[in-house]
């Protein structure tokens, strides 16, 4: 076990903490994993829960990197990977970035080498190691650094590969900001039971749940979403009333401008980020 690569996160904020988290769960050695951030309260948070090694000399983290995980804001990535060039100078670590909407090409051109560079955007339900991340690898990254990109974004949920870095604006917009879709229908259902006389706490409840239970089915079950609507459907019964209102009132056309907004979105903040 003590083989493994030694993984430091620049940042140990909400990502960093729940990724160091689901890794250490799954078993990984805690003294292989380093977190350098500013914030002595965060670096605080994951030594006392996780045991693993702090700093906040991001210089001194980076020399000990085998994988090296970019956890901050990205606004302020440009000047942290600036930064990062020295302590990199002889050191070819695996970079992964989990920024939103920095490319790969700016990530180098701040390192001041090219590297091999995964970027990856995972989701906030990475917290409760129920993540969905979606990742691109550039030509530098061998099979064997990539198979252990693979197992670190494992440890908080599943994977997902793209073969082109342009396809992670769409993944933005499907995994990334798509539990706050899913949160929306939450509060929109509640809202709407409430006024059909459930009391709210009620309703929050059985919403919830309604939404865990059919996620779980479609995981598990080899029937398309679908084919799993259509069972619940009884001809002539209550569903197919409601599953008509939604088709009515251009369910899928907004979620196809909901979604293409998103992506539009990462592609500006792409640019502008990139311009910086
Ligand atoms: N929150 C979300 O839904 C998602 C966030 N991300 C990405 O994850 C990254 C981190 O986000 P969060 O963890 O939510 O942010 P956060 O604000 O919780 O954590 C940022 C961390 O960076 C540290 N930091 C600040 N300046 C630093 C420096 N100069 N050197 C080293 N560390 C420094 C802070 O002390 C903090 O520990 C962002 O780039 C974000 O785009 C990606 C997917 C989803
Ligand atoms: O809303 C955002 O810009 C970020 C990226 C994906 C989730 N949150």
């Known amino acids: 076990m003590n083989n493994k690569p030694h993984i430091v996160f620049i940042g140990a904020g909400n990502m960093a903490s729940s990724i160091i988290g689901g890794l250490v769960a799954n078993g990984y050695p805690a003294n292989k994993i380093t977190a350098s951030a ?6 605080d948070a994951v030594s006392s829960q996780y045991q693993v090694n702090t700093t906040a000399n991001n210089h001194q983290a980076a ?5 090296l995980v970019l956890a901050v804001k990205p ?9 990062l060039a020295a302590p990199l100078c002889n ?9 939103a909407g920095v490319e790969i090409p700016h990530i180098e051109a701040w390192l001041g080498k090219a590297l091999p560079i995964i970027r990856c955007m995972p989701n906030t339900p990475a917290l409760v190691s129920q993540g ?13 650094q990539r198979q252990q990109a693979d197992e670190i974004f494992q440890a908080i949920g599943v ?3 793209v073969t082109e870095e342009a396809q992670m604006h769409g993944i933005t917009a499907l995994s990334g900001s798509g539990p706050a879709y899913f949160f929306l229908m939450m509060e929109a259902l509640e809202d709407a039971s409430v006024k059909t006389g459930i009391a709210r706490e009620t309703a929050r409840k059985l919403a919830i749940q309604t939404v865990l239970g059919a996620a779980e089915m479609a995981k598990q079950s080899e029937l398309e979403p679908a084919q799993l609507k259509r069972n619940v459907m009884s001809p002539g019964g209550t569903t ?24 539009d979105r990462s592609k500006e903040l792409a640019e502008l980020l990139g311009k910086k």
Not at 38 to 43: A, D, N, R, T, Y
Not at 91 to 99: N, Q, R, T, Y
Not at 244 to 260: H, K, N, P, Y
């Open 63 to 67: 020399a000990e990197a085998d994988i």
């Open 38 to 43: 500013p914030s002595q309260e965060h670096l």
């Open 240 to 263: 197919e009333r409601a599953i008509q209102s939604f088709e009515d009132g251009g369910i899928r056309a907004l979620f196809e401008t909901a979604v293409e907004a998103a992506a």
């Open 159 to 161: 994977t997902e590969w």
């Open 132 to 144: 969905a991340s979606g990742l691109f690898a550039n030509q530098q990254v061998t099979a064997e």
């Open 91 to 99: 050191k070819d670590p695996l970079v992964i970035s989990i920024a």
């Open 75 to 83: 606004q302020i990535l440009e000047a942290v990977c600036a930064d």
